[in-house]
């Protein structure tokens, strides 16, 4: 039985693939040969041409949030605009928050 596959991106290349998942085997991209970071298996890529959606993206998985299936709710809330991620980092710096806490929060009080 094959295994299910999972989201890779490559962040400099606005790539996104879908590869089988093995922690044993490093994920290289095709376009500059750089690695691949495992983003999940609920990702939805956004367009190539949307660099603001890559550059939250990237605020994202540099402070290690992925896109996981959590049973059938799906990986939970993911800021998806700039504006989303600036008011959670503001938040984080003043009450004390971890960023990463901070960015899945729904609401930011």
Not at 61 to 80: V, W
Not at 84 to 96: K, L, N, T
Request: charged share 25%; net charge positive; with cysteine.
């Amino acid at each position: 039985m094959a295994h299910a596959k999972t989201s890779y991106v490559c962040l400099p290349c606005r790539a996104s693939y879908k590869q089988s998942y093995g922690p044993d085997r490093r994920r290289i991209c095709p376009r500059c040969a750089q690695p691949l970071i495992h983003v999940g298996s609920a990702f939805a890529a956004p367009r190539c041409r949307d660099t603001a959606a890559w550059r939250t993206l990237s605020v994202l998985l540099h402070a290690g949030i992925r896109f996981h299936k959590s049973c059938c709710c799906g990986p939970g809330y993911r800021p998806r605009s700039l504006s989303e991620v600036r008011e959670r980092m503001a938040y984080a710096r003043r009450s004390g928050e971890p960023f990463a806490k901070a960015l899945v929060r729904y609401e930011v009080p």
